[in-house]
Every structure is written in C-alpha cells, then in structure tokens.
C-alpha cells in the first residue's frame, strides 16, 4: 500500500532532482553545498528517504526559490493515495475471487 509518506517523498524528490539537474549541478555537488552525503541526495530523490526541513531548507537557499515550490499540492498528493488504496482494494478482492491469476495481473496492470 502507497503511503502519504512515501508519496511526499517520491513527488518532492522528483522536483529536487529537476531542480538540481536545471541548475547543471550533480548529485555531488548539492550535497557538498549543503553538507550532506551524496548518497542523501539519492536516496531522497528516489523518494526513499524523507526529507528534513533543514535540508529542504537548504536546497531553496542554495538554488534561491521558495520553499512552496518544491511542495505538492493536497489533491496531487490525494489522488495518489487514493487510487493506490482503491488498487490494494481490488487485488484483495481478486485474491477472495475465482479468477485465474493471469486475468487479476492483467486487471491490475490496468488499474496502474
């Protein structure tokens, strides 16, 4: 199941890597402007590390935006969590149901 939390991640990451990459600056380089290890800034690109609010901090004083900027909007965040909790809904009513296992893949496949 997708989590607000791992949502936020994943969505902030994403406008952190954008951001960094618009500035022509790699991942070294972000972390050495805001004293962190380049694998902090992997990792919270790829949504898998949460994100302090020092650090986000950090990067808007570095590439001079406002903190709103790199946030997502409410119903941007919604909509995700709510169509992955209508995604584990339905697969767990095709794991109570007669359908082949084949047909549930396919269903889920296009459910995502």
Do not use: W
Not at 85 to 90: A, P, T, Y
Request: glycine share 4%.
């Amino acid at each position: 199941m997708t989590d607000i939390h791992s949502v936020l991640s994943k969505i902030i990451g994403a406008r952190i890597s954008e951001l960094r990459k618009f500035n022509n600056d790699n991942q070294q380089q972000l972390a050495d402007k805001i004293g962190v290890k380049r694998s902090s800034i992997s990792n919270m690109e790829l949504g898998n590390q949460q994100i302090s609010l020092v650090v986000l901090y950090r990067i808007c004083q570095v590439y001079n935006v406002e903190f709103y900027s790199l946030l997502p909007r409410v119903n941007e965040v919604a909509s995700k969590v709510s169509l992955s909790l209508e995604i584990d809904s339905v697969n767990e009513i095709l794991k109570t149901s007669e359908v082949g296992s084949l047909t549930q893949q396919k269903i889920l496949e296009l459910l995502k």
